[in-house]
């Protein structure tokens, strides 16, 4: 049902686009009305066809986010702060990419029912082409910061909505993502989005000089600012330049400077001189480095005879020299990354692969880490895996479960006590968990059931790098990593006000999402290793009967990788030989396997399968007959699930003697 006015929205859309595309009047809102034209005229849209947001699928959303996943662990810093800056007033953060994606978000849980409705949410697609006019879309086909304020979207269902859009290119000018900060709801007026718009560019920028610095971390860095005192942390113009004073990149600013940007006529910094670009000979470059911030430090650009300050910063990472004997000319060494207590905890699974990847790339920087999870997913596993992956293995790794210690004894037990500070205490007093862990680790689980005021109290130690044990007048300085988990959502808590939003920042300098196991594709490999693994314990050789192996593959897992160990713990120590059979299974698992119509179809005889490697034709029917369970026998759909025609279905299930339970 259209509204009064949405009606008078569609007519307005109408009569711009027409009339734009006839003569070109300029206007005070040019931006949108081309959009509006480009949406009738090119894109074929039509303005009074309601769309409902489209949004993607999770393998397309994981294949967008593969694409810009470095990009993507930046570009997260910078929006938690800026969420941070704008929590409370509703706002919701996306960062899209050039496709207008969104691959990241952050809102109000409290509202993601709501928020998914109107598209501002992840996996959202925010082109033009497919949602008309928007802060993003028409950010992507201008390629500037823009407004898009209720009644300037094209789509009369978004005219609720405003949108400030920032764009935001890679370190060598290539349109790379969309920063988009927008509400369900906002004042009438535009301007009161002004300060919004201003943000959303302010943190746009930040993260793409992040990202520039990141990208050139074993560069020289010349940066230039008008603000004499500024200049070493402003990012407002930045090159980046080799050993030889050679230009290698240049950020927006630099290539503004230069008066080019991607696909734009101008004299391209890269390539050049940084001697030739400014009024300065090679021995002035390195007495600026030298200078490290003190005397003359102004320059003057060529071209435009614009005068900055400058500063030079030193490579914050050196290449490796190439080694003896190493690959010819142009070769490229390869980075060392293999990580083989990381590389173990997973199979094949995309999402796991992807966790770990990103796990591989925060190690030794500092960091701390939030693990979020079902409980048994295995967060502890791969905290304790990270630590031992990094310089801090052989240092020590201690593990506190909030949840687990009485609230009475917690902040003892974590900050310590010195000698008779509190009854009961050990007589020579107690060295916290906190600073047990000093060099290495600290696992602190279950850190949403930790008391408010022991939050403040370890906001306290994070920020300030020291403990103050109980009883004591002098703090403890302290070097340490906090990686913290959680099974609940933190947001959630921070809501409700039971947990410090400060303290979240602090915690989260990135968060693993780990997936529950019924979500995982490689189940059959930590079956396997597990099994191994509680094998090994009890110095037997143990196998797994195919059938066995099938009711584990469908089951659904509540308990997570905790449940799988214990589930084989058991199996091995009632089975009657080496090979766990279905019998030796708890009985819901018959059960379960019964329900989804699975059943004695297949093997009838127990077949060991070795632990190590399968043949294709047991993936094959494994992968059938959990397509086929999880669509309850539907054979139509089983077939869509697995990309085949019905035909080619029947075929393999016939080939494998696979009989729907209706024919049984
Ligand atoms: N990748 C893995 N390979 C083998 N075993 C694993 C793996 N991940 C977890 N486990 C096993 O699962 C069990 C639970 O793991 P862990 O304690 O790390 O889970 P958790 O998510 O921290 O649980 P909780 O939230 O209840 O504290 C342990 O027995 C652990 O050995």
């Not at 930790?450 to 004591?472: F, I, N, W, Y």
Request: glycine share 8%.
């Amino acid at each position: 049902m259209i509204s009064r006015a949405q009606t008078q929205h569609i007519k307005n859309v109408l009569s711009v686009a027409t009339r734009m595309g006839a003569a070109d009047a300029p206007d005070d809102n040019m931006l949108i009305h081309k959009s509006w034209t480009r949406c009738v005229n090119d894109y074929g849209l039509d303005p009074s066809r309601l769309r409902a947001p489209n949004i993607v699928t999770s393998d397309i959303l994981r294949e967008h986010q593969e694409q810009i996943e470095e990009f993507m662990l930046v570009a997260r810093v910078g929006m938690e702060q800026l969420y941070k800056r704008v929590s409370g007033l509703d706002y919701v953060l996306l960062l899209t990419d050039a496709k207008g994606i969104a691959v990241d978000y952050i809102g109000n849980e409290a509202r993601s029912r709501e928020l998914k409705q109107a598209g501002l949410y992840l996996g959202a697609e925010w082109s033009e082409q497919s949602a008309g006019t928007c802060g993003v879309g028409t950010c992507l086909v201008e390629q500037t910061a823009l407004t898009c304020h209720q009644g300037d979207h094209f789509d009369p269902t978004h005219i609720p909505l405003t949108c400030s859009a920032a764009p935001l290119f890679d370190p060598e000018g290539k349109f790379l993502a969309v920063l988009d900060m927008s509400a369900l709801t906002s004042p009438m007026s535009k301007e009161s989005q002004h300060l919004a718009l201003h943000l959303t560019v302010m943190y746009a920028q930040m993260i793409e000089d992040a990202n520039f610095l990141r990208h050139f971390d074993d560069r020289w860095i010349l940066r230039l600012g008008t603000a004499w005192g500024l200049v070493e942390v402003s990012g407002e113009i930045m090159l980046a330049f080799d050993d030889e004073g050679v230009v290698v990149g240049a950020n927006t600013g630099a290539r503004q400077l230069f008066g080019r940007r991607d696909g734009l006529a101008g004299n391209e910094p890269v390539g050049r001189l940084v001697c030739e670009l400014f009024n300065l000979s090679a021995d002035e470059l390195w007495r600026l480095v030298r200078a490290n911030g003190s005397g003359d430090r102004s320059v003057v650009a060529r071209d435009s005879n614009k005068m900055f300050y400058a500063s030079v910063a030193v490579p914050r990472r050196r290449k490796p020299a190439p080694l003896a004997n190493a690959a010819p000319a142009g070769g490229q060494l390869l980075e060392h990354t293999s990580y083989p207590i990381l590389d173990r905890l997973a199979g094949d699974d995309k999402a796991m692969r992807r966790l770990l990847d990103q796990a591989k790339r925060l190690l030794n920087r500092k960091l701390n880490i939030l693990i979020h999870g079902e409980t048994g997913t295995g967060k502890e596993v791969i905290a304790k895996a990270l630590h031992e992956s990094s310089a801090r293995a052989g240092k020590p790794f201690v593990a506190v479960n909030c949840g687990a210690i009485p609230e009475s004894l917690i902040e003892s037990e974590l900050f310590g006590y010195t000698a008779g500070s509190f009854t009961g205490g050990r007589s020579k007093g107690m060295k916290g968990l906190i600073l047990q862990s000093d060099g290495g680790t600290l696992f602190l689980d279950e850190i949403g059931d930790m008391p408010l005021h022991l939050q403040t109290r370890l906001l306290r130690v994070l920020s300030e790098k020291e403990v103050l044990p109980l009883g004591a007048d002098k703090p403890v300085a302290l070097d340490l990593t906090v990686i913290a988990a959680s099974h609940r959502d933190l947001r959630n808590l921070i809501n409700a006000g039971s947990f410090r939003e400060d303290l979240y920042y602090r915690l989260c300098g990135t968060t693993l999402h780990l997936p529950s196991l019924r979500d995982r594709t490689d189940k059959r490999y930590l079956i396997e290793k597990v099994l191994a693994e509680e094998a090994e314990l009890l110095n037997i050789e143990a196998g797994i009967s195919s059938e066995a192996m099938l009711q584990m593959l469908c089951f659904g897992w509540p308990g997570n990788i905790r449940q799988l160990r214990n589930v084989l713990r058991f199996a091995l120590a009632v089975s009657d030989g080496n090979i766990i059979m279905p019998s030796d299974l708890p009985q819901e698992f018959g059960d379960q396997f019964v329900q989804q119509g699975g059943g004695p179809a297949v093997a009838a005889e127990p077949v060991a399968v070795p632990v190590e490697g399968r043949t294709s034709e047991e993936c094959d029917m494994e992968q059938l007959l959990t397509a086929l369970m999880r669509n309850k026998w539907n054979v139509t759909k089983a077939a869509d699930e697995l990309g085949f025609c019905r035909a080619t279905l029947y075929r393999y299930m016939k080939k494998y003697g696979i009989v729907p339970p209706n024919l049984r």
